[in-house]
């Protein structure tokens, strides 16, 4: 079994910045990649950014240039770095692990609210 937990939302004005981080713990052994979803009331789960063990890297066209994805593959740790945020990025945020039988884990979320 695998814990993700989360940390880092919050309230925040157009245009400012906020750093989303989670941490696995449990069975972390064959995690290979770690990201991050966002839900918006009334939407459905989208993704946001992923990384893989080989540090590839994968944004929805939304938050390129403006969202930033890192990890640390041995910890099993995985950060998002939100620049430039716009009040359509306000969501509940979700951790997400997979491992190499393809099972995925999900934090219990984390709400990000980009309003003045």
């Known amino acids: 079994q695998v814990q993700l937990v989360e940390s880092g939302g919050g309230l925040v004005q157009p245009g400012g910045s906020l750093r989303l981080s989670c941490a696995a713990s449990?069975?972390?052994?064959?995690?290979?990649?770690m990201g991050w979803y966002r839900q918006a009331p009334g939407k459905e789960r989208e993704l946001v950014a992923t990384i893989t063990s080989g540090r590839n890297t994968k944004y929805a066209d939304s938050v390129k240039g403006r969202f930033t994805i890192s990890g640390d593959n041995a910890k099993k740790t995985v950060s998002l770095q939100m620049n430039s945020l716009k009040p359509e990025d306000t969501a509940v945020y979700y951790c997400?692990?997979?491992?190499?039988?393809?099972?995925?884990?999900w934090g219990q979320g984390t709400q990000v609210t980009v309003s003045s």
């Open positions: 997400n692990a997979v491992n190499v039988r393809a099972l995925a884990y």
């Open positions: 449990g069975i972390i052994t064959g995690i290979y990649k």
